[in-house]
């Protein structure tokens, strides 16, 4: 027996002691080991609180014993009364005179309502970690680098799994941060910010999100970091391009009205008048211009319900020559306005097609306005140029729109064909790019844009040649929600 000359302390200690042989038996154990694990005698420490038939796997004991050396661990033990008590144990050599090992001393001490906590602390990360990635709508926490710490699982879908990235880099394809820049707001005045944006997905498509910032403090008080989180208003965008296209085509066809108008009544005056006096010719004149305008009229009307309601195309046979001559007469005006040649080409291989020769002539006039226009703010260069190429290829006829102008950078190309993004300042609708993109996803077709700052731009378009080619790549047209420009 191990001569215990502090017995009095040994029992009173708030903890499980026990003192163990080679064998693991229990050669002596303090008053709170034995009131809760029973008797002791002839016992082995794995039959008393573990109640089990052979040693454990990992016993500190056993190693404190091959090394000399003070172990710990963390185990689960079982009281008399059935209670499942967890315990951080602590091992160490007794040495008798001549330094060997005679025993090892354990001590236990209780955590079990340690454990409680943190299985509880686990729990409620779990949920909040739960919440935080089920949550409809894009989350990210970023640093003061604005580098994302963390993201809930729709940003990482959409955006793709980059922790440590910069924001603007991830979803927006900047290399420096936004203007204005409501992260960087937020951690200046540790207000709630709130702003609209057009976001680039992983795989390029293009999302209209209301982005919202809040502080995220420390214990002290200091702001740690900025949760932003973005909801995809996409949709409600959409309705309201409809919504706006309607008011646009109105607005576009309001002063063409009145002029109908006063030309019809100049028409009944004229019939009026001759009728009175019985004037054959004058009566001739006025019947002519209220038939005319008359005619108008009725073909503005027409217009009206076309972009208004959903509809089929008007597809006509469209030769390529003659359709490019057509787009020349109206852009020409306004290319030798601003300096800029314009290389028109159709190659005659690309024969006769068919689509909607008005819808399509709007969309080239819009590209090529926005091309001219990039040439003319551009005063790097003394020459400028717009080139349009008409070819084909299998059952898709191509046409490159390109200019040498000012170009556009990533975040510029990503917004190109947003409703109401222009580059141009006040000079700009927002209407050009995003109608041309409508009339041709309309005719089951494709638009991709190609430019770097200060080098120009490229706009290649490929529409199937016929309807039946739509349906054999099996793309249903979308209406064209937008007006084409209205000849006066």
């Known amino acids: 027996m191990v001569d215990m000359p502090f017995e009095t302390y040994f029992d009173e200690m708030p903890c499980y002691v ?88 354990e001590m236990s001490t209780d955590i079990t309502d340690l454990k409680r906590l943190q299985s509880q602390l686990s729990e409620s990360k779990r949920r909040y970690r739960m919440l935080f990635d089920e949550v409809p709508c894009f989350i990210s926490i970023q640093d003061r680098d604005l580098n994302v710490i963390d993201a809930n699982r729709l940003h990482r879908d959409t955006f793709g799994e980059r922790y440590g990235g910069k924001c603007y880099e991830l979803y927006k394809h900047r290399s420096e941060p936004c203007v204005p820049c409501i992260v960087q707001q937020t951690f200046e005045d540790g207000e709630l910010h709130v702003h609209e944006e057009v976001v ?29 989180i973005s909801t995809d208003i996409t949709p409600i965008r959409q309705l309201q391009t409809q919504l706006t296209n309607i008011g646009l085509l109105i607005s576009s066809i309001s002063h063409g009205v009145k002029g109908l108008l006063n030309g019809l009544d100049g028409g009944v005056y004229l019939v009026n008048s001759g009728m009175q006096n019985d004037n054959t010719k004058r009566i001739e004149q006025g019947w002519e211009i209220v038939l005319r305008n008359v005619s108008r009229i009725r073909s503005m009307v027409l217009d009206i319900l076309y972009y208004a309601k959903d509809r089929e195309l008007d597809y006509v046979s469209i030769d390529p020559a003659d359709f490019v001559e057509a787009v020349r007469d109206v852009v020409q005006s306004r290319a030798d306005d601003a300096g800029v040649e314009l290389r028109f080409e159709a190659n005659e291989a690309c024969g006769e097609f068919q689509a909607d020769r008005k819808a399509l002539q709007a969309t080239l006039v819009n590209i090529l306005e926005n091309s001219i226009d990039a040439c003319r703010v551009d005063k790097k260069k003394n020459d400028h140029r717009v080139s349009m190429e008409f070819d084909a290829n299998g059952r898709y006829v191509m046409i490159d729109v390109e200019d040498n102008g000012i170009g556009m950078d990533r975040e510029t190309r990503d917004k190109a064909f947003s409703l109401f993004f222009s580059s141009k300042g006040s000079e700009g609708t927002g209407l050009g790019l995003f109608i041309a993109d409508k009339i041709i996803t309309s005719h089951g077709g494709t638009i991709h844009l190609e430019s770097e700052a200060g080098n120009g731009s490229r706009f290649h378009i490929e529409i ?14 979308e209406p064209v929600t937008a007006p084409a420009p209205i000849q006066e």
Request: hydrophobic share 30%; proline share 6%.
């Open 200 to 228: 680039a997905t992983r795989d390029d498509r293009k999302l209209n999100v209301l982005v919202q910032t809040a502080p995220l403090h420390d214990p002290d008080g200091n702001i740690e970091s900025v949760i932003e």
């Open 18 to 105: 026990s003192v163990q042989d080679k064998d693991l038996k229990l050669v002596s154990a303090n008053r709170r080991f034995r009131e809760h694990f029973g008797d002791i005698e002839g016992r082995a420490c794995y039959q008393v609180y573990k109640n089990m038939p052979e040693k454990c796997e990992v016993c500190p004991v056993e190693r404190t014993f091959y090394d000399g050396k003070s172990h710990q661990s963390e185990e689960k033990v079982r009281c008399l009364d059935g209670r499942e008590v967890s315990v951080i144990v602590y091992t160490t050599p007794i040495r008798d005179e001549d330094g060997n090992i005679e025993a090892v001393m």
């Open 464 to 477: 199937p040649r016929t309807p039946e080619a739509v349906q054999q790549e099996t793309l249903v047209p």
